[in-house]
């Protein structure tokens, strides 16, 4: 299968600064990706569509002032958590589809564990 | 609202046993249909997706999908430890480049 690269894998962070969470499709190109965020115990929840070349589309709820989502090229997205605080802290996931594939299976990364103290 | 529901769990099996996980789910447009594997602290991985009334073979797994009824199943034939996880489903309504939506998943714990 395709493979999602993200990075870090976990990160500790103080309140009140920034986190960038970076999401790569290594093997091919992806002009969706899509951002989840997990709690502990629950399930997915999507937060945002990213597209390459345009604006995320985010999920009612979610703060697009808060999370910035940047999708730069067909390769590379990168979630950026502003002024953290501790209720942010979850399991942040990104996935990917395959551009060109029609069979609609998104590929996930390995996932980025945020603690905000 | 488009809404994807599994079985409440944890679900418990015997080493060897079949394992059946079931989803519904409420829009009936639904095109494709897939089962992820997630292991604690760990992110999804997929295991199968099925577009097409029936089943579906793959080694252990098989998916089953009935959209008259808008369900969708994956039996796991032989259980073994390795296969315990969370299973989630998702249904993906609109074309290839529509989003997925998740039911919560259901825990499966295979008893050596």
């Known amino acids: 299968g395709a493979v999602v690269s993200q990075h870090p894998s976990w990160v500790i962070c103080k309140s009140g600064t920034s986190v960038k969470i970076e999401c790569r499709s290594l093997d091919f190109q992806a002009t969706t990706m899509f951002w989840y965020r997990q709690f502990p115990k629950q399930s997915l929840m999507l937060m945002a569509t990213s597209n390459e070349g345009s604006k995320a589309t985010y999920e009612q709820g979610v703060e697009k002032d808060k999370f910035l989502i940047n999708h730069a090229s067909l390769t590379l997205s990168t979630l950026t958590v502003t002024s953290a605080h501790p209720e942010d802290s979850s399991f942040y996931i990104c996935?990917?589809?395959?551009?060109?594939?029609?069979?609609?299976?998104?590929?996930f990364g390995e996932g980025s564990r945020l603690t905000v103290l | 609202q488009k809404e994807v529901e599994q079985n409440s769990g944890p679900l418990s099996v015997p080493e060897g046993a079949i394992a059946s996980l079931n989803c519904t789910y409420s829009d009936r447009g639904s095109q494709s249909f897939f089962w992820y594997r997630q292991y604690s602290g760990k992110s999804p991985e997929l295991i199968m997706f099925i577009y097409s009334n029936g089943d579906k073979e793959d080694g252990r797994f098989t998916a089953q999908l009935n959209k008259a009824s808008q369900y969708v199943s994956l039996l796991i034939r032989d259980s073994q430890p390795s296969d315990s996880a969370t299973y989630l489903c998702a249904v993906n309504a609109g074309g290839a480049n529509s989003k997925l939506t998740f039911g919560k998943g259901i825990t499966l714990s295979v008893r050596p």
């Open positions: 996935s990917a589809r395959v551009a060109g594939w029609n069979t609609g299976e998104l590929f």
